[in-house]
């Protein structure tokens, strides 16, 4: 702040009137002396300079020059002279030093810069965006709450279209605001990349419908663009308007010339997702395919894509194959979860829906085994994967007479008696639980074991009449 105040009370109020001494010519002239770089560049600069050094103008757009060549050390030279030539009035000048310090990556010497540029000059919309664009990375509020002083000087600007852009580009936490202000934008007034970032920042947040018919509104206006075309394709998959998905895949992939917009492994999945809603799963698994062969920034996002390769074949009933991917999946992610040993259990589980009795029972001891991986990798899924292994076994024995299930159940009792507190899943485990011993000792012909647990099955359910018929026979029974 106390270089602002510094530079306020330098500057003059306006660009001062001087002699314009050098041609618009000699702009043309110098950027050609920088491509051409010859011996005496330096004394030939320095006729340039003579000649202009009163036109502040032509000093910055000489400054311009050397900035856009990489040479920042003469750019910073020719941005000091339009300075000089106007006693520190001169707002472009300012605008210049600020891009340089910017290119630098010292964020504060950019912001101050151009803030002295609004100083110089309020009435400079590039200092305000460039201020809001570096200062957005400390504070977005207060980097919005300066395009509004832009608004303040001239109302008729973009303001709005602008603080969206700032709001998108300051990252996920600001894509509400960004939607807010692109919102109060006229449709006819918004620029591509208005369409686009709006779109965007509803993709991203999850707003698929609404995200849907800003890129469709952007796509009317234009609709060769790839972006736009892009996430017409993601939103209408999301929104489960898969045959609308894939007119889009088709632009995006066959339309839109390849030099003109590369394709991601998500263009690739997007489009999977899509033929595989529409029952397409021969088509899905090639695009799947497709992105399997695209680059990753990271060993998870790849791993994902051979889990969605799985469903894919899950989704053809090809069960064979969707377990053998969502192996490699389990192999290839930097760190499985619980839910993923259910998921591969699940498999082997629905498996069973198109084999032989044979298959069926190597299917369900499969899945046995992959919910005891979990349960010795994951100790807190003990009672769950138990319930499980629980289920299948009972599934193994639906006659009972091996009692397959029966320790599985009791180790499940063991589990949740043994905590101090029980919550309604907890009891509905263990009601579970005494049925199938209640039923166990019923049929092996033990009255009495099998009235033991059919009380404890009343005294959790009081209101339970099928069970207090249930206690009557089998309390005769036992006498």
Not at 33 to 40: E, H, N, R, V
Not at 440 to 449: E, M, P, R, T
């Amino acid at each position: 702040m106390k270089y602002f105040l510094m530079g306020a009370l330098l500057m003059g109020i306006g660009m001062n009137a001087m002699a314009q001494d050098g041609t618009a010519a000699d702009v043309a002239a110098l950027k050609s002396l920088i491509q051409s770089k010859p011996a005496d560049m330096k004394k030939q600069v320095n006729k340039f300079y003579k000649k202009n050094k009163k036109n502040a103008e032509n000093l910055v757009a000489f400054g311009r020059a050397f900035y856009e060549a990489k040479d920042t050390a003469n750019a910073r030279v020719f941005a000091k002279y339009a300075l000089a030539a106007t006693k520190n009035g001169c707002a472009p000048a300012y605008v210049l030093l600020g891009d340089i310090s910017a290119l630098a990556d010292d964020g504060g010497a950019a912001a101050q810069n151009y803030e002295q540029a609004i100083y110089a000059d309020p009435k400079t919309p590039e200092a305000y965006r460039k201020y809001a664009a570096v200062y957005r990375k400390i504070d977005p509020a207060g980097a919005v709450a300066k395009l509004e002083d832009l608004r303040k000087q001239l109302p008729d600007y973009p303001v709005d279209a602008l603080i969206g852009h700032i709001n998108y580009i300051s990252g996920p936490s600001r894509y509400a605001e960004a939607i807010e202000a692109f919102n109060k934008v006229p449709v006819s007034q918004m620029s591509k990349m208005d369409f686009i970032e709006k779109a965007s920042a509803g993709y991203f947040t999850g707003k698929h419908a609404d995200a849907l018919k800003d890129a469709l509104a952007g796509l009317a206006k234009f609709p060769d663009n790839a972006t736009l075309n892009r996430l017409a394709m993601f939103c209408n998959t999301e929104t489960e308007q898969f045959q609308d998905a894939l007119k889009y895949a088709d632009v995006l992939f066959n339309k839109i010339p390849r030099d003109s917009a590369s394709l991601s492994y998500m263009d690739y999945v997007y489009y999977g997702n899509a033929l595989n809603g529409d029952k397409q799963h021969d088509a899905a698994i090639e695009q799947y395919e497709n992105a399997l062969k695209m680059d990753f920034d990271n060993k998870d996002k790849r791993a994902g894509v051979v889990k969605t390769l799985s469903d894919a074949y899950k989704g053809k009933k090809d069960f064979e194959n969707a377990i053998k991917y969502y192996r490699q999946y389990m192999n290839d992610v930097s760190q499985t979860s619980a839910n993923d040993y259910v998921g591969l259990a699940t498999l082997y589980r629905q498996s069973t829906s198109v084999l032989e009795e044979a298959g069926q029972i190597e299917a369900l001891n499969n899945c046995d085994k992959v919910y005891a991986e979990m349960i010795e990798k994951f100790p807190a899924s003990e009672d769950f994967g138990t319930l499980q292994r629980a289920n299948l076994k009972a599934a193994l024995d639906p006659t009972m007479e091996q009692g397959l299930a029966k320790p599985f159940f009791e180790h499940l009792i063991e589990i949740i008696n043994a905590r101090p507190e029980k919550d309604a899943t907890d009891q509905k485990r263990l009601v579970t639980s005494y049925q199938y011993m209640m039923s166990y000792y019923s049929v092996n012909k033990d009255a009495a074991s099998a009235l033991d647990y059919a009380k404890k099955i009343y005294e959790l359910q009081p209101d339970n009449q099928a069970i207090k018929e249930t206690i009557d026979a089998l309390s005769k029974a036992v006498k």
